[in-house]
């Protein structure tokens, strides 16, 4: 069987000159105008694939996306635009994504049903977190001590047995009120 031998030219990392003073000139020009940077395209090869992947970068923050529109979504929150408006309480958000869990709150919709107990939840991530009870899975562990935790906020709420942090501490409840206005509960 005859072997198939491909010659791959590996890519130039440097530009022409004339390319890169105009690809500047243009840049510049864009600053200028809008006060934001272009998105940077960027193309990494795959070893496995032998396929280049194509990366959008973020020119506020650096943050890399698969998908340009991904990158434009992002960049809503650099900009403050939020063009999806809720219908219920008129609240505005940068996504669609965001804006559907959002009228979630109003419709009282819940999708995400745990197939244990069928306890049902407005977001995925949520019922990800619920199952937890049933698998007994702790995926948070204290760096301190080692116990583990279902959520990052069971494990945030311990953390704070290691330190002196006391948000809810009866003495500074004290001392916001006078003798007479402490609360029989205490």
Request: charged share 35%; hydrophobic share 20%.
């Amino acid at each position: 069987m005859a072997e198939l031998k491909m010659d791959i030219e590996e890519p130039s990392l440097q530009p022409p000159r004339s390319q890169s003073e105009t690809a500047v000139k243009e840049e510049s020009a864009e600053t200028e105008a809008t006060g934001h940077q272009p998105y940077r395209r960027t193309k990494r090869k795959s070893l496995k694939t032998k396929k280049a992947t194509i990366h959008h970068d973020c020119a506020v923050c650096g943050r890399r996306f698969k998908k340009r529109d991904h990158l434009k979504e992002h960049e809503r929150v650099h900009s403050g635009d939020k063009p999806f408006n809720c219908t219920y309480c008129h609240k505005r958000f940068t996504s669609g994504s965001d804006l559907k869990v959002h009228a979630r709150t109003h419709t009282k919709e819940r999708p995400y049903e745990c197939n244990v107990c069928g306890k049902s939840f407005s977001q995925a991530g949520h019922l990800q977190t619920h199952v937890r009870i049933h698998t007994g899975e702790k995926l948070f562990e204290c760096p301190v001590c080692g116990k583990g935790f279902k959520s990052r906020y069971e494990l945030r709420i311990h953390a704070r047995t290691h330190t002196k942090e006391r948000p809810y501490d009866h003495l500074s409840l004290c001392e916001t009120f006078s003798s007479k206005e402490i609360p029989e509960t205490l």
